[in-house]
């Protein structure tokens, strides 16, 4: 997804009331991020993972 499509995608989401939604842009990366560029794919996951989440309700 372009830079573009992301933050669209992003602002529709938190119109729709979630307000979660997230996009990152992975250097040096193509269409398979996790081959392409592993290191900042896992430190991306391991980032939004260690992120605190609001609990459901």
Known sequence: MDPEGGT??????RQAGNGQGRMYIVPHA??????D????TNDLLIKELDRPHPHPR
């Open 30 to 35: 193509g269409h398979h991020v996790y081959l």
């Open 8 to 13: 669209a995608s992003v602002e529709n989401l």
């Open 37 to 40: 560029n592993p290191k900042a």
